[in-house]
């Protein structure tokens, strides 16, 4: 596997953000109570990104977006590779200890690269 490759394929970097779309909205959902469906925005994935040391892996010259798009990436190929679980995901991104969801997405990417690395 060679990661530089993975933070950069747009396949699942789309896969990725359906993945990570589902997984917050079933987590909200499982938080308080009530079905809730949303969108991770660029920001938060970007702000997570660069937490979790990903950013250092992408090229220098890219904008949020692409940054985003890495993390989902990531994710993307670590539940298709079997490296990470749904649930682990949900469980990630629920810690109620931590309100502040780019955090916890941080921490998901985070267990994403020390799997991709073992």
Do not use: H, W
Request: aromatic fraction near 6%; include cysteine; hydrophobic fraction near 45%.
């Amino acid at each position: 596997m060679n990661l530089a490759r993975v933070l950069v394929n747009k396949g699942l970097a789309q896969f990725g953000d359906s993945l990570l779309n589902f997984a917050y909205s079933k987590a909200l959902t499982e938080t308080t109570g009530k079905p809730m469906g949303t969108k991770v925005a660029d920001k938060v994935l970007a702000e997570a990104a660069v937490k979790s040391g990903l950013r250092k892996l992408l090229p220098r010259r890219v904008g949020r977006g692409e940054v985003a798009n890495g993390l989902e990436a990531l994710l993307g190929y670590s539940f298709l590779e079997k490296r990470i679980s749904l649930d682990e995901v949900v469980s990630c991104l629920k810690d109620v200890t931590n309100m502040i969801p780019s955090e916890n997405f941080a921490r998901l990417a985070e267990l994403a690269l020390a799997r991709s690395r073992e």
